[in-house]
């Protein structure tokens, strides 16, 4: 997604996600889910407090991460690689790419369980092919997501919320 371009969701499939999202955390036992697009853009979120300023840098690496590994994925020939899981000693992280360019994140610590995760993110990303194919196939009112284009002096601006 070039610089500029920003998916904006309606209302309803905003609230949709949420519940997506919430569903997952609490029968996967994870810590936070986020869906994400791989130009960086959060979509929707649940279980990081937006109060510790961390969340965007969390997004914006994971971004960085997913796209950097995409490229590792195309130098070994491998068209891309889908999921990705990264352990730590207090908390992991898996993330995948449900449907293009829709990035899923969680964040799980030892109560979560790696092959449970897996498979309910198996089962969101059915969910959200879903509500993409409803949506887009006009059996929803409202559209899915519009994509707006702004200049790069907008895009700007808007990035550092001032006005000029």
């Known amino acids: 997604m070039p610089l500029g371009e920003r998916i904006i969701l309606s209302e309803e499939i905003s609230d949709k996600l ?25 979509l929707n979120q649940r279980g990081i407090s937006t109060k510790s300023g961390r969340l965007f840098s969390i997004v914006s690496l994971v971004s960085g991460i997913f796209s950097s590994t995409q490229k590792l994925s195309m130098l070994i020939g491998e068209l891309e690689f889908k999921n990705f899981f990264q352990e730590g000693k207090r908390y992991s992280m898996y993330y995948s790419l449900l449907v293009e360019p829709f990035v899923f994140v969680t964040i799980f610590d030892e109560k979560a369980l790696l092959g449970d995760i897996q498979l309910k ?8 092919k879903k509500l993409l194919i409803t949506t887009i196939g006009g059996e929803v009112g409202s559209p899915f997501f519009t994509l707006t284009s702004l200049t790069a002096e907008e895009a700007f601006i808007d990035l550092f919320d ?3």
């Open 162 to 164: 001032f006005n000029v």
């Open 121 to 128: 993110v198996e089962e969101l990303e059915k969910k959200i």
């Open 18 to 42: 949420n519940s997506f999202l919430k569903d997952f955390n609490e029968s996967s036992l994870t810590r936070a889910a986020l869906l994400i697009t791989k130009g960086g853009q959060l």
